[in-house]
């Protein structure tokens, strides 16, 4: 995404990165492709005390999140894009996006 002050929400190397409204437009997608990571995570998390014990399963879950955006951002780099504005400039609310996720969705179904 690029805004009208020129700055952009995309990595050197093309990719988008993964702020607000990009993981806001993508919750499906993570919900589904990422749920044995972020469970993996969270069970570490419930039984250790030391977060260092959790950092490699956190790096999973990030990883896991990088790359359902890449994949998306590859196959509806425009759609996903629509949909992120959508959502920052609405204050992340779903519902004032509808076409927008619709149409993300037509693209590259959940």
Wanted: charged share 25%; proline share 9%.
């Amino acid at each position: 995404m690029e805004y009208p002050d020129g700055s952009t929400t995309r990595a050197p190397d093309g990719s988008p990165l993964p702020f607000g409204p990009v993981l806001y437009a993508c919750n499906k997608y993570f919900a589904q492709e990422c749920k044995g990571a972020s469970d993996s995570y969270w069970q570490c998390k419930k039984e250790n005390g030391d977060p260092r014990a959790c950092l490699k399963p956190g790096e999973n879950v990030v990883a896991c999140f990088n790359s359902v955006i890449k994949r998306i951002d590859a196959a509806c780099p425009q759609h996903l894009t629509a949909y992120a504005k959508c959502l920052d400039g609405n204050k992340n609310e779903f519902e004032k996006c509808r076409k927008e996720q619709k149409a993300l969705e037509d693209c590259s179904p959940p």
